[in-house]
């Protein structure tokens, strides 16, 4: 498995993607010429729970607590739901993996991003994470994940957004209108709390798709959306479509992406959505299913938007990004001829 560095990445973060001048006191040290690098064997591209787990504790370990651990709740079948934590700063930025038991990939690449920021310890990290506090719910769906579904495990499921026998779409129960304790999805109850509990600023949900092509003959690798809900405030909007900018940026720039915008819904129980009505800076990303030869190219899209977001939360660059060139990312085009993938399905995220 290639390594991701830190200082190289962070150094293209710095220096190529937020050209307006950052305010005073706020601009990032120098990256280290050298860095630790992610152990190549740090996590599986698609993880079971007890390699998250493993992968958890090494790097909490290793972090000498810089990496806080915690579980925010329990899935139907008992298993632990896991959450990170790193950095002390004021800014709160929450990111969800996997609440889709089949699309694993946002999962290895926020356990790389947790050993990146909270093992090694330089001037650029210390600067970093004195700005925010990142939370990473790190596989939303234990049950879903060890079945390879993309529903959680609850065999009485029934309603809308269910698989009658399998589960609930735990996508699809974040409505912030419903009273936590009237939700039937113990995933999703969760991180309803966790929300309650830190009011993030920001919060990115990491999902996969299936595989599609743009009119130029590009295939898209990852595609990105803000709050479609009516209910979402226009402030929230607004932030949400400057942190779409900013991740298309590096996504495109860093992680060499063709990135689209995703044709989500306007359903408030989808996180994006919920999270806006709410009032956070709220995005979705989704990592194409492309080819295993490519899997590595893309955890690593997913490790650039986690580390861009917080470094441009950090140097503010994200409050200045220009929210309207959010209208420039193409939609996303129809489904790759020929290639069918299990993901691609209709109003997937």
């Given at each position: 498995m290639k390594s991701l560095t830190v200082a190289v990445t962070a150094v293209l973060l710095s220096t190529t993607l937020f050209a307006a001048p950052a305010r005073a006191g706020t601009s990032a040290p120098a990256a280290p010429v050298s860095a630790a690098e992610v152990p190549a064997r740090l996590i599986p591209a698609r993880p079971s729970p007890d390699d998250v787990r493993r992968s958890l504790v090494r790097i909490a370990r290793d972090s000498a607590g810089r990496v806080r651990l915690g579980v925010i709740g329990r899935s139907n079948e008992g298993r632990a739901l896991r959450l990170a934590s790193v950095g002390h700063g004021p800014t709160r930025l929450l990111y969800v993996t996997q609440q889709h038991g089949d699309e694993p990939l946002g999962t290895p690449a926020a356990v790389r991003l947790l050993w990146s920021l909270g093992v090694p310890r330089t001037a650029w990290h210390r600067w970093l994470l004195s700005r925010v506090t990142i939370d990473v719910v790190v596989q939303a769906n234990p049950d879903g994940a060890v079945r390879?579904?993309?529903?959680?495990?609850?065999?009485?499921?029934?309603?809308?957004?269910?698989?009658?026998?399998?589960?609930?779409?735990?996508?699809?129960?974040?409505?912030?209108?419903?009273?936590?304790?009237?939700?039937?999805?113990p995933e999703s109850r969760a991180i309803l709390r966790l929300w309650q509990a830190t009011r993030p600023q920001v919060v990115i949900d990491y999902h996969m798709q299936g595989r599609y092509l743009q009119p130029d003959g590009r295939e898209t690798t990852a595609s990105i959306l803000w709050p479609t809900s009516p209910l979402a405030p226009a402030p929230a909007v607004t932030a949400a479509r400057r942190l779409a900018v900013v991740n298309d940026a590096a996504m495109t720039r860093v992680a060499g992406a063709n990135v689209t915008r995703y044709p989500g819904g306007d359903y408030e129980g989808i996180a994006r959505n919920a999270y806006g009505i709410l009032g956070s800076a709220s995005l979705l990303v989704e990592l194409s299913d492309l080819p295993a030869e490519q899997v590595e190219f893309q955890i690593r899209t997913a490790f650039v938007s986690m580390l861009a977001t917080a470094q441009a939360a950090a140097d503010e660059s994200l409050r200045r990004a220009d929210p309207a060139r959010a209208d420039s990312i193409p939609a996303r085009g129809p489904a790759l001829p020929g290639i069918v993938s299990p993901l691609a399905r209709v109003d997937a995220a």
């Open positions: 390879n579904q993309r529903y959680n495990h609850d065999p009485a499921a029934t309603g809308d957004y269910t698989e009658p026998g399998v589960g609930y779409d735990i996508n699809r129960f974040h409505n912030p209108l419903t009273p936590i304790g009237d939700n039937p999805v």
